[in-house]
């Protein structure tokens, strides 16, 4: 079955970095654009950013523009959100979800989510 698996969340200070990895298994990577998700306190699930299939275009919320920059290795099965200049308000559970780029309209399969907490 199709599993999404991600890690990397944790306890970083305000200022600093982190790197998310969703690993995917159990579907065709390459036929799939994939998104990163937060589920914040208080809030909706936001979206984050997205990237094509190929990891050529991407796309991102305006509330992490220019500090997080998403990314795939097609051979691995995975993709990355590097987070830098973490905020307090970045704080939340970040979920790697699964789009098949021939089908439209929502994500088809999530993770389980990794929480991320940014503290001073």
């Known amino acids: 079955q199709v599993q999404l698996v991600e890690s990397g969340g944790g306890l970083v200070q305000i200022g600093g970095s982190l790197r998310l990895s969703c690993a995917t298994s159990g579907l065709t990577f390459t036929r799939y654009i994939m998104g990163w998700f937060r589920q914040t306190a208080g809030k909706e699930r936001e979206f984050v950013a997205s990237?094509?299939?190929?990891?050529?275009?991407?796309r991102y919320g305006d509330s992490v523009k220019g500090r997080f920059t998403i990314s795939r290795d097609n051979a691995k099965n995975t993709v990355y959100l590097q987070m830098n200049t973490l905020k307090p308000e970045d704080t939340g559970v970040y979920y790697c979800?699964?789009?098949?780029?021939?089908?439209?309209?929502?994500?088809?399969?999530w993770g389980q989510g990794t929480l991320v907490t940014v503290s001073s």
């Open positions: 990237i094509s299939s190929s990891g050529i275009s991407s």
């Open positions: 979800a699964a789009r098949d780029k021939n089908v439209g309209g929502e994500y088809t399969y």
